[in-house]
């Protein structure tokens, strides 16, 4: 699975389907997440004093994959 969040556009992308998520509450420190596979990296909002980050565990952004879930069950619902 390919992932994108894009904090200042509340936007979460799966696999190249981008969807806008309102009312995510993620760490408000993070401005984006890429997740290429099997592991991911975490862009800061002031990357001049923060480096980026590299993480293994996909249970990191489980709350981003749900709402993207909950707004693409809401998009083909509404047809």
């Known amino acids: 699975m390919r992932f994108t969040y894009v904090k200042a556009d509340q936007v979460v992308g799966i696999d190249g389907n981008f969807l806008k998520v309102e009312d995510v509450n993620f760490d408000p420190q993070v401005d984006a997440i890429q ?22 565990d996909i249970s990191y952004i489980e709350p981003l994959i ?10 083909r619902t509404a047809g």
């Open 66 to 75: 749900d709402a993207w879930e909950y707004e693409d069950a809401k998009r």
């Open 35 to 56: 997740w290429y596979e099997t592991w991911g990296e975490i862009e800061f909002v002031n990357r001049q004093e923060r480096n980026n980050e590299r993480f293994e």
